[in-house]
């Protein structure tokens, strides 16, 4: 049982943190810190997609899981594209 929510309260901490990066990622863009080619910008969302996949899979919400799979794959290519 205890095993139990301290994996739980991992998860939920994951999700948060993934939030808390997605929304620091589109403030950052929207207020003109970054810009669009920013490693910032895409780390963010790439972190903040992670965030989101851990808990939604342990809450077996495979809604939120697969469209942050999609934006993972969005973060990688574009920090690929910057790099090469």
């Known amino acids: 049982m205890l095993?139990?929510?301290?994996?739980?309260?991992i998860t939920e901490a994951a999700g948060w943190i993934g939030?808390?990066?997605i929304l620091l990622a589109y403030a950052l863009i929207s207020f003109q810190i970054v810009n669009a080619e920013?490693?910032?910008?895409h780390g963010l969302n790439l972190v903040g997609g992670v965030g989101?996949?851990?808990?939604?899979?342990?809450?077996?919400?495979?809604?939120?899981?697969v469209l942050n799979v999609v934006w993972i794959a969005i973060a990688m290519y574009a920090l690929t594209r910057l790099y090469y």
């Open 3 to 9: 095993k139990n929510r301290k994996l739980e309260t």
């Open 19 to 21: 939030v808390l990066a």
């Open 52 to 65: 989101i996949i851990v808990d939604a899979v342990a809450d077996k919400n495979y809604q939120p899981a």
């Open 38 to 41: 920013s490693v910032w910008y």
